[in-house]
């Protein structure tokens, strides 16, 4: 079993529809969160950090829930820009190792 | 502006050549990384580096090679024993106190012919 596991998709959505994404992680030690976009052949970039209490940036909403070990990115309105691959990552604190990357899940917003 | 400085953006190689990927960073960060992604991949971990003068192995380390002389640099090398060596590779960094967010250069994409 992969440590953090993403639905690769795609996922394909009309613009200005809401979309979810989740992400599972196997290693209860894990500590911090975040999600991170890569656009086509683009290095990742940070979307927001996962707060237990759960964030929202806009658009985009961050939850955390540490009893079934996931994590979900909710995007509202969703635009033609935000057509890219988006990331999970978990870190377990004090250890420059534990930081494992999702494999991505590929997200295009049509017209 | 602080960041992450990957050269060169592109490269292509003869088999059985090594070659070297430059990383440089001005964020003073501590902790230094080399991933490599390939096609529909996540990213793997090649080696990483906390300080200067150390580092350690990640999970696909065989065929590569890394020095850590200077806090800013942690130069990449693809070594001819690596059997595939094509693929995107990242270089990342962040504080020390390995909870923060990566940072990431731009990337370099090594196509061997």
């Known amino acids: 079993r992969k440590e953090v596991e993403q639905d690769p998709g795609p996922f394909n959505v009309p613009e200005g529809a809401t979309v979810a994404f989740n992400c599972t992680y196997s290693n209860s030690a894990s500590q911090s969160f975040f999600w991170y976009r890569q656009d086509c052949r683009k290095e990742p970039k940070l979307l927001m950090s996962?707060?237990?209490s759960g964030n929202e940036d806009g658009r985009f909403t961050a939850q955390l829930n540490r009893a079934s070990q996931y994590i979900s990115l909710l995007i509202r309105d969703s635009k033609l820009s935000d057509s890219a691959t988006y990331l999970c990552?978990?870190?377990?604190?004090?250890?420059?190792?534990?930081?494992?990357f999702g494999s991505g899940t590929q997200l295009t917003v049509l017209p | 502006d602080g960041g992450i400085t990957q050269s060169p953006k592109y490269l292509f190689r003869k088999e059985g050549q090594n070659v070297t990927l430059s990383c440089e960073q001005n964020?003073?960060?501590?902790?230094m990384y080399w991933y490599r992604q390939d096609p529909g991949q996540g990213l793997r971990l090649i080696y990483y580096s906390q300080i200067v003068n150390d580092f350690q192995k990640g999970d696909i380390a065989e065929g590569y090679s890394v020095s850590r002389e200077k806090k800013e640099s942690f130069p990449l090398t693809v070594t001819s024993a690596q059997k595939n060596p094509t693929a995107f590779y990242l270089c990342a960094s962040r504080l020390a106190d390995n909870t923060g967010e990566l940072f990431f250069g731009e990337g370099s994409r090594l196509t061997v012919l």
């Open positions: 964020l003073n960060h501590d902790a």
């Open positions: 990552v978990a870190t377990t604190s004090g250890s420059a190792r534990q930081l494992t």
């Open positions: 996962v707060y237990s």
